[in-house]
């Protein structure tokens, strides 16, 4: 019954972790997804990581019984203060539905359903270039993915004006993805004035703001500062969307731990907001996994712990920085031809080279390097020992 399913392409990132670990040869590099590794090249788990997990096997309370729909409390409530702030108005004036969901994705997904279930309009606009994934995760949510201009290749920097025109002609009422920080694929956000003005749009307009955070604490080092954008839209008392993930700031991936939440206009609304989201919930995965959220609660929960992680979190985010310096510095010296600034100037876990598909592929087929075919590269995966080898392939790309 199933012979005429036809054969489905690879996702276009995690796909390339597959190619990748096809290839036999010791010199190959993974730039592909956006994974912390050290300068060893290897996975970390931090080690306020390691602490919490310890202290949750020494807790003889613990238990593995179902979560309830929405999630651990306690993991929600810290997770809306650490977005917006201990002394955010709308959580002091409880006007904030929290939900514990599968990492950012299953938050983009649960608000795009409920969007999709009780929002008037379906139009979702989104940044072009965007993380692969968010078209079609608001497609299957229900919503109609439209887009707005962000990038400006020519400048390799933000297109303001492109996108003011274009949020200008959306319907009112329509919903526009935000990246909160280190935007993905490109790493170049609004200045703190831009921001200003976008909210100034949105909000004049009617538009609704569907935050993703993937990054909080990567792009600056900063937990605040990263959350700036957000906590500007949270303090004129209007709604918005938040899609939160652990995945890189406490490097919890696998573990799938993130937070939907929804500022809504009372608390009356909030309390009924949350009843809906848990009719999306319920059908579709149940309730979600306990382990995660717990390491993220014991951690947010103890001053001690939460300290360590900032220190954990801004050595990872130096780090990354470090590695952009040492390329553009290592480019500048062979003398590739091009202005290569904006290696330096990006911020986030990528750099977006400017380099072409073919450039791409080429320094896929000769010099083993993989990333995404849109020229993307995961500065999280680079380190002291493979950085000569990427200079040398992107010199080669560009001059052959
Ligand atoms: C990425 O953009 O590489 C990450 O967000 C991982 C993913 O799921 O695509």
Known sequence: VFANVVQAPEDPILGVTVAYNKDPSPLKVNLGVGAYRTEEGKPLVLNVVKKAEQSLINDPSRFKEYLPITGLAEFNKLSAKLIFGADSPAIQENRVATVQCLSGTGSLRVGGEFLAKHYHERS???????????????????????????????TRGLDFQGLVE???????????????CAHNPTGVDP?????????????SRSLLPFFDSAYQGFASGSLDKDAHSVRLFVADGGELLMAQSYAKNMGLYGER????????????????????????????????????????????RSPELYHEWTVEL????????SMRQELF?????????????????????????????????????????????DGRISMAGLNSKNLP????????????
């Open 389 to 400: 080898q990427l200079a040398d392939a992107i010199h080669a790309a560009v001059t052959t």
């Open 166 to 180: 274009d949020l200008n002609a959306a319907p009112e009422g329509s919903i526009v993805l935000l990246h909160a």
């Open 124 to 154: 979702i606009y989104i940044p072009v270039p965007t993380w692969g994934n968010h078209p079609k995760v608001f497609m299957m949510a229900g919503l109609k993915p439209m887009s707005y201009r962000y990038y400006d290749p020519s």
């Open 191 to 203: 200045t703190p004035e831009q921001w200003e003005q976008i909210r100034q749009l949105l909000r």
């Open 257 to 300: 731990v993130g937070a939907l939440s929804i500022v809504c206009k009372s608390a009356d609304v909030a309390g009924k907001v949350e009843s809906q989201l848990k009719l999306v919930i319920r059908p579709m995965y149940s309730n979600p996994p306990l382990h995660g959220a717990s390491i993220v609660a014991t951690i947010l």
């Open 329 to 373: 510095n290592a480019l500048q010296a062979k003398g590739t031809p091009g202005d290569w600034s904006h290696i330096i100037k990006q911020i986030g876990m990528f750099t977006f080279t400017g380099l072409n598909k073919e450039q791409v592929a080429f320094m896929t087929r000769e010099y083993h390097i993989y990333m995404t075919s």
């Open 314 to 321: 801004k050595a990872m985010a130096d780090r990354i920085i």
